[in-house]
């Protein structure tokens, strides 16, 4: 089989089919992600907490970034991967370009994503070829702006802002839209107002597609598991099985239940 393209994604979301994607950062597991079916792969920058051991992504580079997504990009057949642009690599377009183009020439990323309503980058890096995945609701980068991790878009006035920053963002030329930790209402009004898919984390079952940590839903990771995350090992006698689990529960609308939801 050949490797997924953009359109492909935009064709299941307009034949109403969910997308499942998990985080990878590694050879090993995107092959077995790649294996299970599962259509999109993320080489997130939440491998500076989960890989790294960091307390946030913030100490991640751009060569962190093309080195895992090299990994990914080797050992996944079908799959499509998004590598993230890392915190500070994205502060003009012309400084987004010459990153971009390395996760996309030494990583071979097939798209890249970016945190934030970044207009101006976002349609620069479009018109040199390089496709974009926007990120808005909850952006991990701007923690220390921010003053934690906690949901977004709960008041009116801040959800009205989300859904005119996903609609800009749109029109900037963004290929898909991942976005996290905000209420399911918001997320269900962005992705119906939105051609693009919209890839949910924490943003409730309506998102024409689903994502989470890798090591969160193998129960891996030191600490509180987030609310929207789920222990797919539970009932799991493998890693393999695990990931056929989340697979399942995403294709079927299974996941994410009310008990994961803002
Ligand atoms: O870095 C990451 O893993 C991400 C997802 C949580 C969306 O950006
Ligand atoms: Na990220």
Do not use: W
């Not at 997924?4 to 299941?12: E, G, K, P, V, Y």
């Not at 990153?99 to 945190?115: I, R």
């Not at 029109?171 to 992705?191: H, K, N, R, T, Y």
């Amino acid at each position: 089989g050949k490797t997924l393209s953009i359109r492909d994604l935009l064709t299941m979301k307009q034949a109403g089919e969910k997308i499942s994607c998990l985080t990878a950062y590694d050879a090993s597991f995107a092959a077995l992600l790649d294996h299970v079916g599962i259509e999109l792969l993320l080489v997130g920058d939440s491998l500076g907490m989960v890989i790294q051991g960091h307390g946030s992504t913030l100490p991640v580079t751009i060569q962190d970034m093309a080195y895992h997504t090299r990994c990914v990009t080797s050992a996944r057949r079908r799959a499509f991967v998004i590598a993230d642009m890392p915190f500070a690599s994205y502060a003009s377009p012309q400084q987004a370009l010459t990153n971009a183009a390395l996760l996309m020439q030494t990583g071979n990323a097939q798209m890249v994503k970016l945190e934030g309503a970044k207009i101006d980058v976002i349609e620069f890096l479009v018109a040199q070829g390089i496709p974009v995945c926007g990120h808005l609701g909850l952006l991990p980068q701007s923690v220390n702006r921010i003053g934690g991790y906690k949901v977004q878009g709960r008041e009116a006035g801040q959800a009205q802002q989300i859904l005119e920053d996903a609609l800009v963002v749109e029109q900037a030329g963004a290929g898909l839209l991942v976005l996290e930790c905000v209420p399911a209402m918001l997320a269900e009004e962005i992705s119906r107002n939105l051609t693009i898919p919209v890839i949910g984390i924490g943003a409730g079952p309506a998102c024409d597609g689903q994502v989470l940590v890798l090591y969160d839903m193998l129960n891996i990771t030191a600490g509180n598991r987030p609310r929207f995350s789920k222990n797919f090992m539970a009932e799991a006698d493998s890693i393999e099985e695990a990931v056929r689990r989340y697979h399942h529960a995403v294709k079927t609308r299974l996941f994410p239940a009310p008990e994961h939801t803002y």
